[in-house]
């Protein structure tokens, strides 16, 4: 399965703290998807990273790929209260038809404490 | 401005009765999709759609239908609801070619279903 896992399962931090959370995966990828939830809502997109990429950033959050050890890693940087959600990493598994459609880890969920 | 919504936001019903969810986007994404996920889980892919007239199941087994008559429209129903499928139904499109292999989602608010 091309399911990413987010590490660590929970994490809980103070407002200004960085954070850092994982994601591993089993098979070659085409891309890697970030994506953030807040409780009882859909979510949303925060950054895509391809295969020849290493690092990409997006405001405070920075995003690593490493293909050779099949993981990425999502820094959010000075954290704060509104950050508090679950973060999902999405890895993109080719369908019939020719499309790539990610799937989802169980996600990290963070919790910054004012 | 272009979305994706669902509706309803929440819906609670009897065991045996037939549901449609809602889910359109204003955003002319030729791709959408279904998720489910419970609470704390992660997504799994239900349905997706390529196009008008397209659907196909997706990784986790579902007693639901799809239907991809309009571009825009791409309603989930349950003909006979259980308890078993209470969960959170997450509604997706995306848009770029198929072989670019790597366009964002944008997501619904999702619909929170119990069957009691």
Same mark, same amino acid.
């Given at each position: ?114 | ?11 609670? =019903?009897? &065991? ?7 889910? %359109?986007?204003?955003?002319? *994404?030729?791709?959408? +999709? ?34 991809? =008559?309009? &571009? ?7 003909? %006979?609801?259980?308890?078993? *499928?209470?969960?959170? +139904? ?27």
């Amino acid at each position: 399965s091309q399911q990413g896992e987010e590490d660590p399962q929970a994490l809980s931090i103070q407002e200004g703290e960085n954070a850092t959370m994982n994601c591993s995966y089993k098979t070659s990828i085409n891309n890697l998807q970030w994506y953030r939830q807040n409780s009882g809502r859909g979510l949303v997109h925060l950054i895509l990273i391809r295969s020849n990429e290493r690092e990409k950033h997006s405001g405070r959050l920075r995003v690593t790929l490493d293909t050779s050890k099949k993981s990425s890693s999502l820094l959010i940087t000075a954290s704060r209260a509104a950050d508090t959600a679950s973060y999902f990493c999405a890895t993109g598994g080719k369908r019939s038809g020719g499309s790539y459609i990610p799937t989802f880890g169980r996600g990290t969920s963070l919790i910054v404490h004012p | 401005e272009a979305d994706i919504y669902q509706t309803p936001r929440y819906l609670v =019903i009897g &065991t045996g009765k037939k549901i449609t969810l809602e889910c %359109s986007q204003t955003m002319g *994404h030729d791709k959408m +999709y279904w998720y489910q996920q419970d609470p704390g889980m992660e997504l799994h892919l239900i349905h997706y759609s390529y196009g008008v007239n397209s659907t196909e199941k997706g990784d986790l087994s579902s007693e639901s239908t799809v239907s991809r =008559i309009r &571009t825009e429209h791409f309603p989930l129903t349950l003909e %006979s609801a259980r308890p078993s *499928h209470t969960s959170q +139904y997450l509604c997706a499109s995306s848009g770029l070619g198929r072989l670019t292999g790597g366009e964002g989602y944008t997501f619904g608010s999702g619909t929170r279903l119990t069957v009691v």
